[in-house]
T-cell receptor, first 114, second 110 residues
Framework: DGGITQSPKYLFRKEGQNVTLSCEQNLNHDAMYWYRQDPGQGLRLIYYSQIVNDFQKGDIAEGYSVSREKKESFPLTVTSAQKNPTAFYLC?????????????FGPGTRLTVL | QQQVKQSPQSLIVQKGGISIINCAYENTAFDYFPWYQQFPGKGPALLIAIRPDVSEKKEGRFTISFNKSAKQFSLHIMDSQPGDSATYFCAACGFQKLVFGTGTRLLVSP
């Protein structure tokens, strides 16, 4: 079964703690992405990586960090510097066909800060 | 210039009716326009997509209409069913950047 897996599905964090969200894909895609989803705000890009050992900030990178040591994996760390981390986090990967960019999403992780 | 404006924010349609969601963009560099469907607690999934060189694309009950001169595109869901109840996102892609609309929550009443 090809696809994207995210774990855990639900995550609870105390204020001041760092937490890492896992994302793995077996689609052999070079590019991977992290989005944050809040009600009424659509999907906002946090970080993306187009190749192993390289990544770029998206629109809302402050308070987050990533790594891309393997093609299949793109973990996201929500640091204590993120002021409002409670949200639904979505990982995605893309394979391009010509100039088309079809993005495949994982099932998401819902993070709640207590 | 990177925004994609989507409307309405929410929509209630009777079973069997037509659901219409509209999007508008400003950046003419966008060259691919996908629509994503998201069920509660799940990730979005690609539903249908269009290139700007065609004015319409149909897949089953789902149709994208594209107006290049007006920089607008819309999703039509014919014979809407309760199982279509979900959040729909339009998006625009250019230079490997994908910009999403803010989403439309569709409820199809039985």
């Amino acid at each position: 079964d090809g696809g994207i897996t995210q774990s855990p599905k639900y995550l609870f964090r105390k204020e001041g703690q760092n937490v890492t969200l896992s994302c793995e894909q077996n689609l052999n895609h070079d590019a991977m992405y992290w989005y944050r989803q809040d009600p009424g705000q659509g999907l906002r890009l946090i970080y993306y990586s187009q190749i192993v050992n390289d990544f770029q900030k998206g629109d809302i990178a402050e308070g987050y960090s990533v790594s891309r040591e393997k093609k299949e994996s793109f973990p996201l760390t929500v640091t204590s510097a993120q002021k409002n981390p409670t949200a639904f986090y979505l990982c995605a990967s893309s394979g391009t066909s010509g100039t088309l960019d079809t993005r495949y999403f994982g099932p998401g992780t819902r993070l709640t800060v207590l | 210039q990177q925004q994609v404006k989507q409307s309405p924010q929410s929509l209630i349609v009777q079973k069997g009716g037509i659901s219409i969601i509209n999007c508008a963009y400003e950046n003419t560099a966008f060259d691919y326009f996908p629509w994503y469907q998201q069920f509660p607690g799940k990730g979005p999934a690609l539903l249908i997509a269009i290139r700007p060189d065609v004015s319409e694309k149909k897949e089953g009950r789902f149709t994208i209409s594209f107006n290049k001169s007006a920089k607008q595109f819309s999703l039509h869901i014919m014979d809407s069913q309760p199982g279509d109840s979900a959040t729909y996102f339009c998006a625009a892609c250019g230079f490997q950047k994908l910009v999403f609309g803010t989403g439309t929550r569709l409820l199809v009443s039985p």
